[in-house]
Nanobody, 121 residues
Framework: QVQLVESGGGLVQPGGSLRLSCAAS????????MSWYRQAPGKERELVGH????????EYADSVKGRFSISRDNAKNTVYLQMNSLKPEDTAVYYC??????????????WGQGTQVTVSS
């Protein structure tokens, strides 16, 4: 069945780094662009960034630009979110999602279940 499974979340100190992974199955991963979103307690879900199906293009929210990077390995059906210089305000549940066309990148059709990231000393 179509599935996205995130992993790699946890507790990290401010200024630290963390890498999230998202493993895809049940669909042709290389034909889909991928996104990362996050939702903090009491707040709406917000976009972190997108990566094109080929990996050649990325786009990031201003709040994470220069600190976070998205990459993918189509041979492993996996997308990654590298998070550096983490701040307490990055604390959220992080979700990966898949979209079919770049024009519709803000309307994903597949969602993962999320992984918790907590930035605290």
């Amino acid at each position: 069945q179509v599935q996205l499974v995130e992993s790699g979340g946890g507790l990290v100190q401010p200024g630290g780094s963390l890498r999230l992974s998202c493993a895809a199955s049940g669909f042709t991963f290389g034909l889909y662009g991928m996104s990362w979103y996050r939702q903090a307690p009491g707040k709406e879900r917000e976009l972190v960034g997108h990566i094109l199906s080929t990996g050649y293009s990325t786009e990031y929210a201003d709040s994470v630009k220069g600190r976070f990077s998205i990459s993918r390995d189509n041979a492993k059906n996996t997308v990654y979110l590298q998070m550096n210089s983490l701040k307490p305000e990055d604390t959220a549940v992080y979700y990966c999602a898949a979209f079919r066309n770049w024009a519709n990148r803000n309307v994903p059709t597949v969602w993962g279940q999320g992984t918790q990231v907590t930035v605290s000393s």
